[in-house]
Structure formats: C-alpha cells, structure tokens
C-alpha cells in the first residue's frame, strides 16, 4: 500500500490517550487537553481526506478501529464533563460545535414511569377542551354578529386549537420544551407539567362555560330590556335571543321574548316563550300565557295558571303581578259567568290597585260589567261596600291615564253616555 497516511500515523497516539484515561481513576488536565487536541488533529486530516477522495484510500479497519475508540471515549461523557477547565478550554480553542467530544452531551434524564398516562390525560383534556370551543362558538354565533359574540366565538378556538398545537405537532412540542428548559423545569417533569396546562385550559374553559356564560346571557338580556322600554324591539329581540343562545334555560329571557313577539302581533311564538319560562317557574310568565289563552277563550287552560301563580308564597313581594293574575282570573270568571266568584277576585284586584302608581283602571272596568249583570245593591244595605255599576264605570275613567288605557277609557266612556243609572244608584 506504501506510505502510510497521516491518519494512520496520528490514530495511535489517540487511541493510546483513550485507553490511558479510561483505564485512570482520576483525569488530570493534561492528558485531557492531549486527547482533545489529537482528536482535533485526526478530525483536520479525516477533512482533507475528504477534499482529495483519490489520493489514498485507507482500509475499513481503519474506519472501524477510529469509530470503536471514538465510542469508548463517548462513553466517558460524563467524566469528561466533570473536567473543570473544560469550559475555559473551549474558550481559547473555539472548537466548532460539530467537534463532539468538545461538548460532552448532558445524562438522558430518567424517563417518567407514567408519562405515557399523562400523555393520554392530556389528549383528553385537550379533546374535551375544543369540544368546549366549539360550543361556546356556536353560542355566540347562533343569532345576530356583532364585535362581542364575534370575539367570544373566536377567542375560546383559537385558545384551544393553539394549546392543541402545541402539544400534538411535533412544532408545538418543540417549542414548548425549549420554554420549559427555559424555565428551568426539569426534564422528567415535562409531562407532568404538559397535563396540567391541558388541565388548566380545560377547567377554564368549563368554568366559562358554566359561569361565565350565563353572566353573559345576564348583560344581554338587561341590555334588551333597556332597549324594549325605549322602543327599540328588534334590537331587544336580538339581545333576547342571544341571551337564550348563551343560556337555553333562561326563563326570564324567554319571558321578555314572549313579550317582544305579543308586540309584534306573533302569538304562537309569544305562546311558545311563555310556555318555556313557566316551565322554568318565571311567575310572570304564568299570567301572560293566562292572558293569550283568554284572548282566545280558552278558559279551562287560563285558569290552572292563575291559580298556580297565585299560590305562589313569593307573590306577596309582587303586588303589580298579583294585581295582574287577580284581574286576570276575575275576567275568566265574569267570562264563565261566575258572577260571584268574578266580583270577588277584582274586588281583591281593586284593593291592591290602590296600592299600585298610578292606580289600575281595567279592574273597575271588568267589575262594572260584573255588576251590570247583577241585581243592584238597595241604598239601605249599608252593609255593602260594592259600588255600583256607574260608580265602577266613573273610576276607570278617572284612572284610565296611560296610553295603554285607552280600550279601557273607551269602553267607560261608552258605558257612562249609553246606560241609564239604576233605580238603587247613588247620585254622581
């Protein structure tokens, strides 16, 4: 083969140095810094080697023998870390970084016993936190955009599908490793610390969802009532509807809704709603729903409601709503033509008018027709306090202020001009 090759020459005296330290119980500097340089050496020559491929070809043994020796002193990585002018070294020489033996790599930390458990947690909290997204998006986008419900669609995805990101592509776990290393954290501790991010991001979700959501639905559905009492029913619909969106079981939502659809003449749909909210127990539901079967004469459906609502314990609190059920129930009952009964329940009605700013006037009204279907109270039966017909006609005029009076006005004026004053009348 004739001359031998430089490699051939220097590979000895490195193969030598490898075995001297492995075989010593102590490394002192010296022959450390040898074993480097002559590695440097042979790496140099194994470089031009490369440059000029036809000079000389030397034999696979050669290759085996360096790799064998280069294996036995990777093996020493962790004493030669332990070599404390390593670092200086490296300074002075500056190595480039594909010289390995140069960078004696850091121990493969411990693998975690359970980490393929928390790897499995974490895809499932992962899973039931876009589940979650996905909800809480198609809440907000169920009923009209805006820049609110847009931002409550968007933020709880892009939270999730970047969490996701992170710990299922191969980018993502990368890049949360090197803030992780960052930080400190130690290696065994990743998928640890991997769960409980995946934890954290569920339960908050959850908790949005849960809480944050019906608070929500809260704000929408104040806000609808403002615009409802300024006029602006389409926008209150809209916020009632956003409101359901965000809490289905919203039985004050739907109660307003009912009321925004019996404004726009849409009593099916009002029907509907109230049914809803008196099936989540809203009170007020129970005497509009009352109501729009007595429009449509439906008393056998009428009645049940009021009498539930008006054994609620809580109603006493309520004295416009009890006044509400009580006039309502009187009117079913003058329908029925159940005078007595009728008489008394807006009697009742009229006493908690009084009460009420301004008074009610429809009270008066129904129990004048009451008490035109009745035989007069003689002017000696002083122990009567039941006015008679005219009497009850005067005072829902005299109360029948508001615009929603009108009907009422309208038919106490009729009354007043067209029916003659019973023989036992008091004078007016």
């Not at 000079?55 to 696979?60: D, K, V």
């Not at 008394?344 to 009204?365: G, H």
């Amino acid at each position: 083969m004739g001359a031998s090759h430089p490699l051939q020459s220097a590979y000895p005296q490195y193969q030598s140095l490898v075995h001297q330290l492995v075989a010593s119980p102590t490394w002192e500097p010296e022959p450390v810094l040898a074993l480097l340089r002559t590695r440097d050496r042979i790496q140099q020559l194994i470089d031009l080697l490369a440059e000029m491929p036809d000079e000389q070809t030397l034999p696979p043994q050669f290759w085996l023998d360096l790799a064998n020796t280069d294996a036995d002193l990777g093996r020493q990585s962790d004493r030669l870390r332990a070599v404390p002018a390593l670092a200086d070294w490296r300074k002075s020489v500056h190595p480039p970084e594909h010289h390995w033996w140069w960078y004696p790599p850091d121990p493969e930390p411990p693998k975690e016993a359970l980490a393929w458990l928390w790897g499995g947690l974490t895809i499932a909290m992962l899973t039931i936190s876009l589940a979650l997204a996905q909800d809480i998006a198609s809440r907000f986008t169920a009923s009209a955009p805006g820049v609110w419900s847009s931002l409550g669609a968007i933020a709880p995805v892009i939270l999730t599908l970047f969490a996701s990101g992170g710990a299922l592509t191969k980018v993502g776990q990368q890049a949360l490793e090197n803030i992780l290393s960052s930080r400190g954290s130690h290696r065994k501790n990743w998928a640890k610390i991997k769960f409980a991010l995946a934890l954290f991001l569920a339960l908050g979700l959850f908790c949005f969802h849960a809480l944050g959501l019906p608070r929500i639905a809260q704000a929408y559905n104040q806000q609808g009532e403002t615009q409802y009492e300024t006029g602006d029913w389409a926008s209150a619909e809209n916020n009632f509807q956003q409101a359901l969106s965000l809490k289905p079981d919203y039985p004050e939502a739907q109660f307003n809704l009912g009321v925004i659809y019996e404004e726009f003449q849409q009593y099916d749909k009002a029907q509907t709603e109230y049914l809803k909210a008196v099936q989540g127990g809203y009170l007020h539901a129970y005497n509009n729903l009352a109501r729009l079967y007595l429009r449509e004469k439906e008393y056998d459906r009428a009645i049940p409601l009021l009498l539930l609502a008006l054994s609620d314990s809580d109603l006493s609190q309520d004295p416009e709503l009890e006044y509400a059920l009580r006039k309502n129930l009187g009117q079913v009952r003058l329908e029925q033509g159940r005078l007595a009964e009728a008489e008394t329940e807006l009697q009742e009605a009229i006493r908690i008018s009084e009460a009420l700013d301004p008074p009610r006037p429809d009270a008066y009204c129904l129990l004048a027709q009451v008490l035109e279907q009745q035989p007069p109270t003689p002017p000696n039966d002083s122990t009567s306090a039941v006015p008679t017909a005219r009497e009850a006609w005067t005072q829902c005029l005299q109360y029948a202020n508001r615009p929603e009076d009108d009907r009422w006005a309208g038919q106490a004026r009729d009354a007043l001009t067209t029916t003659e004053t019973p023989n036992y009348a008091a004078p007016q």
